[in-house]
C-alpha cells in the first residue's frame, strides 16, 4: 500500500450518531488529519449494538473493533450507552475465555464535541494494531471451526 | 433484483481534491446491483439533485446513494429529492466520503479505497432498506399542567388563551405556589401577591381552564397525542359546590393551633381553613389530621353546624378523576433545603452549627418573606419569632446547603444572591437604625437591573457585606452570637445578632422522582428534571409529549420560570397546531412469530415503549403472549435488538441483516 510496505490494519468502528459519529464528523470540519485504516459503521445508539458483531467484524478480516458512544449521562436515548457498558463488562470475559484478543477490542466514550479525540483514538489504535501484527490467529481460528 | 444508483459529489474541490473521482464512479458502476454511477460538482445543488430525480425515474431505480458529506448534512434534502421523484425517502442511504474521508485523509491512493469501502457498505445497506411510512399519531389537543405556581400559571393561561382546554393540578388546596408567599419582587420591589393573584383568578375563571386543586397525579399512561392521567382528589370534606368560601366554618372552628404551612410555620390555621385570604379557589379544606371530628368520628360538627350552604361533608372520600390529553407540563417547582432536621437523602448532611430548629430566631428566607410580607402572620412587622421583638440587628448568610459539596450540593442556587439583597433593602425600610450584615461567597447579580440592585442594597440602604462563610452560631443572653470570617478584611467577624436569616439552597419539590418516573422523564443527581437539550431542546424532556418549566428543573427566578413556561406552552401549541401527529419510522418492531415473551425487551427499554401483548384468534382464543412495540412511544434506540434473546426485535434502518452485509462487504 505504501513505500514501506508496512502493515495496514483494517479497522471497524461501530459508533452512536449522536455523539461519536459527530465527533467523528467534527474531526473532518477541523481537518484533523489520521490514518485512513477505519471504517465507520453507523448505529442510533451503542445500545444497539449487539456484541455479536465484534465477533462478526474479526470473521470479515478485521484487525481491530471500536465500539463508541456517548459519555455517560449524555445518550441521546438515556440509557443506551450504559447498556452498552453493562454488556462490554461481560461480553469482554467471554471474550477472554473464548480466547479472543481483548487488546484488540477497544471501547471509548467520544462526544460530538470531542473531533480531536476522535482522530487521537483512531491514530493511537491503528499505530498499536500495526504493531500488533494482523489477526491472523483469530483467521485461523474461523478456519478450523469452520 | 435490486437497481442502486449511486451519486458521488465533488463537493466542489472538497472531495475531489483527495479522492479519485473518476475511479470512484468507474469502480462502483462494477458493483453487484448497481445501475447506474455517475458523478457531479454538487449533488446538493439544484441541478445536482435534478440529475438524481431524472435518474430515479428513467433507470426506474429501487434505491439511491449519495457518497457526499455527512448524513447529519444533506440525507434530509436527498430524501426529499427522492420522494419528489416517487422513491421511498427511507430508500437513500448515504456514504460519509467528505468529512470521514476526503477532510481527514490527504494520500489519494488510500482516501480513494476508503470512500470505495464507504460506498459498498452503503450500497449493500440500501438493498435492505424497507419502504417505511411516517407513523400517524392521533392528537388529544387538550393539555394538563402539573403544579399551579408562578410556572404553572402562565403555561395554563398561554395555552387556554390559546383556545384549547387545560386541566391544571396542584396538590395544595390553592393555586400561588410559593410566589403567593413573597412579600416583595426583585428588582423592582413591586409586591409579589398584586401581580400574582390577577392571575390565579384569571385560572380560577377561565372557560378552558379545568382546575384540580388538592389532587396528585396518580398514574399515567399512553404517550405523545394520547395520554390517559389519572388525578386523586384528595378529600376536602367540603362540596366545592354548595361552599360560598364565606368564612362561618373557619371562623367557628375551635382547633386552632395548626401551624400554617403558607406562613412556613411562623403562623397558626385552624382544622378547616382556606391557605391564605385570596386563595384560589377561595374554599376552604379540613385538616384531617387536626380537625377532633374527624379524628374521633363524633363530637364536635362545629363547622358543620354553622355551614348554612350545607357544604360541610365528613363522610368525603379522595376521588379518582381520568383526563385526557396530548400534552403534558410539569411546573412542581421547588422546596428549601431542610437545614437542621434530618435529611431524606444520606447524601446531604444539615448545618447542625448554624442552630436552625434550636434557637427560634435563626429562619430560613421563605419564613422572612412570611414575616415581611403585609399579609402575614405580624402583618408585615418584622418581629422575631423567640419574643416578637423588632431585631435591630440581622445577619443574613447566603450559599447554606449551596454550593457546599460537604453538605451534598454543588450547584449555586441562583435566586439567594438577589433576594437577600431585596431582604436587606425591605428590613432596613422596617427597621429604621437597624443593622443589616451578609455573609456571602460571590454576589451573582446576573440580570436585568439586578447588579444595580445589589448595589443599591449596599450604597444607598447600608447593607453591610462581608465575604465569607460563618463557622457557628451560638445563643448568649438573648443574643445570637455569630462568627465569620472576612475575608477580605483577612479577620474574624463577630456579630451580636437579634435574628438570622438563612439562604438555604433549593431543592426540587417532593414527589417529584415518583412522578417523573410515572411520566419517564429523566433527572438530574440532585432530583431536578432533566431537559432534551441544554440548549436547543430546553422545554422539551426525552419522553415526547412532555415538557418541563420552572424550578423543577433547576433553580430559577419568577422572570426565568414564567419565559420558560411560555415557552413550554409555546412547543405545546406547535404540536396542538397541527392535524395529527407524525414521527420518524426508523423504530423497533418484534417478530411475534418468534417472540418467546420473555420481556427482556419491556425491563430494558429506556420509553416504556414495549407492551406485554396477547395474541387472539379472531374468536378470541388465547393463542401466545408476545411483546410488542408501541408505535406512539418507540425512540428507535435500538437497545431491545441487542438484549432480545431470540433475535426477534428488529430496528428499521439498522437491521441486523444490514449491519451483517455492511461488515461482510469489507471482507477481502
Same mark, same amino acid.
Given at each position: 500500500?505504501?513505500?514501506?510496505?508496512?502493515?495496514?490494519?483494517?479497522?471497524?468502528?461501530?459508533?452512536?450518531?449522536?455523539?461519536?459519529?459527530?465527533?467523528?464528523?467534527?474531526?473532518?470540519?477541523?481537518?484533523?488529519?489520521?490514518?485512513?485504516?477505519?471504517?465507520?459503521?453507523?448505529?442510533?445508539?451503542?445500545? =444497539? %449494538?449487539? $456484541?455479536?458483531? &465484534?465477533?462478526? #467484524?474479526?470473521?470479515?478480516?478485521?484487525?481491530? *473493533?471500536?465500539?463508541?458512544?456517548?459519555?455517560?449521562?449524555?445518550?441521546?436515548?438515556?440509557?443506551?450507552?450504559?447498556?452498552?457498558?453493562?454488556?462490554?463488562?461481560?461480553?469482554?470475559?467471554?471474550?477472554?475465555?473464548?480466547?479472543?484478543?481483548?487488546? =484488540? %477490542?477497544? $471501547?471509548?466514550? &467520544?462526544?460530538? #464535541?470531542?473531533?480531536?479525540?476522535?482522530?487521537? *483514538?483512531?491514530?493511537?489504535?491503528?499505530?498499536?494494531?500495526?504493531?500488533?501484527?494482523?489477526?491472523?490467529?483469530?483467521?485461523?481460528?474461523?478456519?478450523?471451526?469452520? | 433484483?435490486?437497481?442502486?444508483g449511486v451519486f458521488t459529489c465533488w463537493c466542489g474541490e472538497n472531495v475531489a481534491r483527495h479522492v479519485d473521482i473518476e475511479k470512484v464512479t468507474e469502480t462502483v458502476a462494477q458493483m453487484p446491483g448497481v445501475r447506474c454511477s455517475i458523478?457531479?460538482?454538487?449533488?446538493?445543488?439544484?441541478?445536482?439533485?435534478?440529475?438524481?430525480?431524472?435518474?430515479?425515474?428513467?433507470?426506474?431505480?429501487?434505491?439511491?446513494?449519495?457518497?457526499?458529506?455527512?448524513?447529519?448534512?444533506?440525507?434530509?434534502?436527498?430524501?426529499?429529492?427522492?420522494?419528489?421523484?416517487?422513491?421511498?425517502?427511507?430508500?437513500?442511504?448515504?456514504?460519509?466520503?467528505?468529512?470521514?474521508?476526503?477532510?481527514?485523509?490527504?494520500?489519494?491512493?488510500?482516501?480513494?479505497?476508503?470512500?470505495?469501502?464507504?460506498?459498498?457498505?452503503?450500497?449493500?445497506?440500501?438493498?435492505?432498506?424497507?419502504?417505511?411510512?411516517?407513523?400517524?399519531?392521533?392528537?388529544?389537543?387538550?393539555?394538563?399542567?402539573?403544579?399551579?405556581?408562578?410556572?404553572?400559571?402562565?403555561?395554563?393561561?398561554?395555552?387556554?388563551?390559546?383556545?384549547?382546554?387545560?386541566?391544571?393540578?396542584?396538590?395544595?388546596?390553592?393555586?400561588?405556589?410559593?410566589?403567593?408567599?413573597?412579600?416583595?419582587?426583585?428588582?423592582?420591589?413591586?409586591?409579589?401577591?398584586?401581580?400574582?393573584?390577577?392571575?390565579?383568578?384569571?385560572?380560577?375563571?377561565?372557560?378552558?381552564?379545568?382546575?384540580?386543586t388538592y389532587s396528585e397525579v396518580e398514574s399515567v399512561e399512553g404517550y405523545v397525542g394520547n395520554f390517559k392521567i389519572t388525578i386523586r382528589q384528595k378529600a376536602r370534606y367540603v362540596d366545592m359546590v354548595k361552599c360560598t368560601g364565606c368564612?362561618?366554618?373557619?371562623?367557628?372552628?375551635?382547633?386552632?393551633?395548626?401551624?400554617?404551612?403558607?406562613?412556613?410555620?411562623?403562623?397558626?390555621?385552624?382544622?378547616?381553613?382556606?391557605?391564605?385570604?385570596?386563595?384560589?379557589?377561595?374554599?376552604?379544606?379540613?385538616?384531617?389530621?387536626?380537625?377532633?371530628?374527624?379524628?374521633?368520628?363524633?363530637?364536635?360538627?362545629?363547622?358543620?353546624?354553622?355551614?348554612?350552604?350545607?357544604?360541610?361533608?365528613?363522610?368525603?372520600?379522595?376521588?379518582?378523576?381520568?383526563?385526557?390529553?396530548?400534552?403534558?407540563?410539569?411546573?412542581?417547582?421547588?422546596?428549601?433545603?431542610?437545614?437542621?432536621?434530618?435529611?431524606?437523602?444520606?447524601?446531604?448532611?444539615?448545618?447542625?452549627?448554624?442552630?436552625?430548629?434550636?434557637?427560634?430566631?435563626?429562619?430560613?428566607?421563605?419564613?422572612?418573606?412570611?414575616?415581611?410580607?403585609?399579609?402575614?402572620?405580624?402583618?408585615?412587622?418584622?418581629?422575631?419569632?423567640?419574643?416578637?421583638?423588632?431585631?435591630?440587628?440581622?445577619?443574613?448568610?447566603?450559599?447554606?446547603?449551596?454550593?457546599?459539596?460537604?453538605?451534598?450540593?454543588?450547584?449555586?442556587?441562583?435566586?439567594?444572591?438577589?433576594?437577600?439583597?431585596?431582604?436587606?433593602?425591605?428590613?432596613?425600610?422596617?427597621?429604621?437604625?437597624?443593622?443589616?450584615?451578609?455573609?456571602?461567597?460571590?454576589?451573582?447579580?446576573?440580570?436585568?437591573?439586578?447588579?444595580?440592585?445589589?448595589?443599591?442594597?449596599?450604597?444607598?440602604?447600608?447593607?453591610?457585606?462581608?465575604?465569607?462563610?460563618?463557622?457557628?452560631?451560638?445563643?448568649?443572653?438573648?443574643?445570637?452570637?455569630?462568627?465569620?470570617?472576612?475575608?477580605?478584611?483577612?479577620?474574624?467577624?463577630?456579630?451580636?445578632?437579634?435574628?438570622?436569616?438563612?439562604?438555604?439552597?433549593?431543592?426540587?419539590?417532593?414527589?417529584?422522582?415518583?412522578?417523573?418516573?410515572?411520566?419517564?422523564?429523566?433527572?438530574?443527581?440532585?432530583?431536578?428534571?432533566?431537559?432534551?437539550?441544554?440548549?436547543?431542546?430546553?422545554?422539551?424532556?426525552?419522553?415526547?409529549?412532555?415538557?418541563?418549566?420552572?424550578?423543577?428543573?433547576?433553580?430559577?427566578?419568577?422572570?426565568?420560570?414564567?419565559?420558560?413556561?411560555?415557552?413550554?406552552?409555546?412547543?405545546?401549541?406547535?404540536?396542538?397546531?397541527?392535524?395529527?401527529?407524525?414521527?420518524?419510522?426508523?423504530?423497533?418492531?418484534?417478530?411475534?412469530?418468534?417472540?418467546?415473551?420473555?420481556?427482556?425487551?419491556?425491563?430494558?427499554?429506556?420509553?416504556?415503549?414495549?407492551?406485554?401483548?396477547?395474541?387472539?384468534?379472531?374468536?378470541?382464543?388465547?393463542?401466545?403472549?408476545?411483546?410488542?412495540?408501541?408505535?406512539?412511544?418507540?425512540?428507535?434506540?435500538g437497545t431491545c435488538v441487542a438484549l432480545c434473546p431470540s433475535k426477534s426485535a428488529e430496528l428499521e434502518g439498522f437491521t441486523e441483516q444490514q449491519i451483517y452485509s455492511m461488515v461482510e462487504s469489507l471482507m477481502t
Amino acid at each position: 500500500m505504501n513505500e514501506t510496505n508496512r502493515f495496514e490494519p483494517r479497522i471497524i468502528a461501530y459508533v452512536c450518531n449522536w455523539c461519536t459519529y459527530l465527533g467523528a464528523d467534527l474531526a473532518g470540519t477541523n481537518r484533523l488529519e489520521y490514518p485512513a485504516n477505519v471504517r465507520i459503521i453507523r448505529f442510533p445508539c451503542t445500545g =444497539r %449494538i449487539d $456484541f455479536n458483531l &465484534i465477533v462478526k #467484524a474479526f470473521e470479515a478480516g478485521a484487525d481491530a *473493533v471500536l465500539v463508541s458512544g456517548c459519555h455517560p449521562g449524555d445518550c441521546h436515548y438515556t440509557a443506551g450507552n450504559y447498556h452498552a457498558r453493562r454488556r462490554w463488562m461481560l461480553f469482554r470475559q467471554l471474550l477472554d475465555t473464548l480466547g479472543i484478543d481483548l487488546n =484488540r %477490542i477497544h $471501547f471509548t466514550w &467520544i462526544s460530538a #464535541a470531542e473531533g480531536r479525540k476522535w482522530a487521537q *483514538v483512531v491514530t493511537g489504535i491503528t499505530e498499536q494494531t500495526r504493531q500488533m501484527g494482523p489477526y491472523t490467529a483469530y483467521r485461523e481460528i474461523a478456519r478450523a471451526s469452520a | 433484483m435490486a437497481r442502486i444508483g449511486v451519486f458521488t459529489c465533488w463537493c466542489g474541490e472538497n472531495v475531489a481534491r483527495h479522492v479519485d473521482i473518476e475511479k470512484v464512479t468507474e469502480t462502483v458502476a462494477q458493483m453487484p446491483g448497481v445501475r447506474c454511477s455517475i458523478n457531479y460538482k454538487y449533488m446538493c445543488s439544484d441541478p445536482g439533485q435534478a440529475q438524481i430525480r431524472d435518474k430515479i425515474q428513467s433507470e426506474r431505480l429501487t434505491g439511491l446513494v449519495v457518497a457526499s458529506c455527512s448524513p447529519h448534512m444533506h440525507l434530509k434534502t436527498f430524501r426529499k429529492a427522492a420522494q419528489t421523484a416517487g422513491l421511498n425517502p427511507y430508500l437513500v442511504e448515504m456514504a460519509n466520503i467528505r468529512e470521514h474521508c476526503s477532510w481527514v485523509h490527504h494520500n489519494r491512493e488510500e482516501a480513494t479505497a476508503k470512500a470505495l469501502d464507504l460506498i459498498r457498505m452503503s450500497v449493500e445497506k440500501v438493498k435492505r432498506d424497507h419502504e417505511l411510512v411516517p407513523i400517524r399519531v392521533p392528537l388529544t389537543r387538550r393539555a394538563l399542567v402539573i403544579g399551579g405556581g408562578v410556572a404553572g400559571i402562565q403555561a395554563a393561561l398561554d395555552i387556554a388563551d390559546a383556545g384549547h382546554e387545560v386541566a391544571l393540578v396542584e396538590r395544595e388546596p390553592s393555586i400561588g405556589g410559593k410566589m403567593a408567599g413573597l412579600s416583595e419582587t426583585f428588582p423592582t420591589l413591586d409586591c409579589s401577591q398584586c401581580i400574582l393573584t390577577p392571575r390565579m383568578v384569571e385560572v380560577g375563571q377561565h372557560p378552558n381552564i379545568k382546575l384540580y386543586t388538592y389532587s396528585e397525579v396518580e398514574s399515567v399512561e399512553g404517550y405523545v397525542g394520547n395520554f390517559k392521567i389519572t388525578i386523586r382528589q384528595k378529600a376536602r370534606y367540603v362540596d366545592m359546590v354548595k361552599c360560598t368560601g364565606c368564612g362561618d366554618c373557619w371562623n367557628s372552628c375551635p382547633i386552632k393551633k395548626n401551624l400554617s404551612e403558607f406562613d412556613c410555620g411562623m403562623g397558626f390555621r385552624k382544622a378547616i381553613y382556606i391557605p391564605f385570604p385570596q386563595a384560589v379557589p377561595a374554599r376552604p379544606v379540613i385538616d384531617r389530621l387536626a380537625c377532633t371530628r374527624l379524628k374521633r368520628g363524633t363530637g364536635c360538627g362545629l363547622c358543620e353546624k354553622k355551614c348554612q350552604a350545607k357544604a360541610i361533608n365528613f363522610a368525603d372520600e379522595d376521588k379518582l378523576v381520568v383526563e385526557q390529553a396530548g400534552a403534558v407540563i410539569v411546573a412542581t417547582g421547588y422546596k428549601l433545603y431542610n437545614i437542621a432536621k434530618e435529611q431524606d437523602n444520606a447524601q446531604l448532611s444539615g448545618y447542625g452549627e448554624y442552630g436552625y430548629g434550636k434557637y427560634k430566631d435563626v429562619i430560613d428566607a421563605l419564613q422572612f418573606e412570611r414575616l415581611v410580607s403585609a399579609s402575614g402572620p405580624t402583618g408585615g412587622e418584622i418581629k422575631r419569632p423567640s419574643d416578637g421583638k423588632i431585631p435591630q440587628s440581622v445577619v443574613f448568610i447566603k450559599c447554606v446547603g449551596s454550593r457546599d459539596n460537604a453538605k451534598g450540593l454543588a450547584y449555586c442556587s441562583k435566586i439567594c444572591c438577589m433576594y437577600t439583597a431585596k431582604h436587606t433593602m425591605l428590613y432596613k425600610h422596617k427597621t429604621p437604625g437597624g443593622e443589616a450584615h451578609v455573609f456571602y461567597m460571590d454576589i451573582r447579580a446576573g440580570g436585568k437591573a439586578y447588579d444595580e440592585f445589589v448595589r443599591r442594597a449596599i450604597e444607598q440602604d447600608g447593607a453591610k457585606y462581608y465575604r465569607g462563610r460563618v463557622s457557628k452560631i451560638t445563643e448568649e443572653n438573648g443574643k445570637l452570637i455569630v462568627r465569620g470570617a472576612d475575608t477580605l478584611a483577612g479577620a474574624p467577624v463577630t456579630i451580636e445578632a437579634d435574628m438570622v436569616v438563612l439562604a438555604v439552597a433549593m431543592r426540587p419539590a417532593d414527589g417529584v422522582h415518583a412522578l417523573a418516573q410515572k411520566l419517564n422523564v429523566g433527572y438530574d443527581e440532585f432530583g431536578f428534571l432533566s431537559e432534551s437539550h441544554p440548549k436547543l431542546r430546553p422545554v422539551e424532556t426525552n419522553a415526547a409529549g412532555v415538557f418541563i418549566c420552572g424550578a423543577c428543573h433547576a433553580p430559577k427566578d419568577i422572570p426565568e420560570a414564567v419565559a420558560q413556561a411560555s415557552a413550554a406552552a409555546g412547543k405545546t401549541l406547535v404540536m396542538f397546531g397541527r392535524e395529527e401527529l407524525t414521527r420518524e419510522p426508523e423504530i423497533a418492531r418484534i417478530n411475534e412469530q418468534t417472540c418467546a415473551a420473555c420481556y427482556t425487551c419491556v425491563r430494558g427499554c429506556p420509553y416504556t415503549a414495549i407492551e406485554r401483548a396477547e395474541t387472539l384468534t379472531p374468536k378470541g382464543v388465547h393463542v401466545k403472549y408476545t411483546a410488542r412495540v408501541n408505535e406512539g412511544l418507540c425512540m428507535g434506540c435500538g437497545t431491545c435488538v441487542a438484549l432480545c434473546p431470540s433475535k426477534s426485535a428488529e430496528l428499521e434502518g439498522f437491521t441486523e441483516q444490514q449491519i451483517y452485509s455492511m461488515v461482510e462487504s469489507l471482507m477481502t
